[in-house]
């Protein structure tokens, strides 16, 4: 038997945020495994309005749209290249964005996809899966424009709690590992 426990991970650390998402425009930015598993539980269980995958590859975007276009019949995909100004339209106009790349994983804390703080706003969701640092520079960026903020260390743990209870049948002590991280 498989599971993705990546798709876990991220729909427990939306949950809290699903009124705020579903039928909104949502950014998916990155188009490898991590943008998979965010794509296909944003559809499932999220309903956005419309999903845009951003990458620097727009063909590699494109595969990914077709893909889920197919497999789950959700036409309201849209692709657009990793370039500005453009992407950071689509970023801008989006309630949740979604970094899925390595981008300022560490060792490389300064890289990030935007340090500009006008590509966000209040009451919107940046949501990094990078999980070290916690705080990357996309993170504090995002925080500086009034941005909700979620890192990648939530979907780590409620990943691996999954996996845990997969494997051991024992429930995982979600909360007191938060902490100590």
Not at 8 to 17: H, K, N
Not at 108 to 114: E, K, L, Q, V
Request: one cysteine or more; aromatic letters at 10%; hydrophobic letters at 40%.
């Amino acid at each position: 038997i498989g599971h993705n426990t990546d798709a876990y991970g991220i729909f427990e650390t939306l949950l809290p945020f699903k009124d705020d998402i579903s039928g909104n425009q949502v950014c998916v930015i990155g188009a490898g495994g991590s943008a998979r598993a965010v794509i296909y539980t944003l559809i499932r269980h999220f309903k956005p309005k419309k999903l845009f995958i951003v990458n620097r590859n727009e063909r590699r975007a494109e595969n990914l749209k077709d893909y889920f276009s197919e497999k789950m019949k959700f036409s309201s995909i849209k692709t657009k290249e990793l370039i500005p100004p453009a992407a950071f339209e689509v970023m801008r106009d989006s309630k949740l964005v979604i970094n899925a790349t390595p981008i300022g994983m560490y060792p490389n804390n300064s890289d990030s996809i935007t340090t500009s703080p006008d590509v966000f706003s209040k009451g919107q969701i940046v949501f990094d899966l990078v999980y070290n640092p916690q705080k990357t520079l996309l993170i504090k960026t995002a925080i500086r424009s009034g941005a909700k903020t979620i890192n990648g260390l939530s979907m780590l743990v409620n990943q691996a709690a999954k996996s845990f209870e997969l494997w051991t049948g024992i429930n995982f002590p979600k909360e007191d590992v938060q902490k100590s991280l």
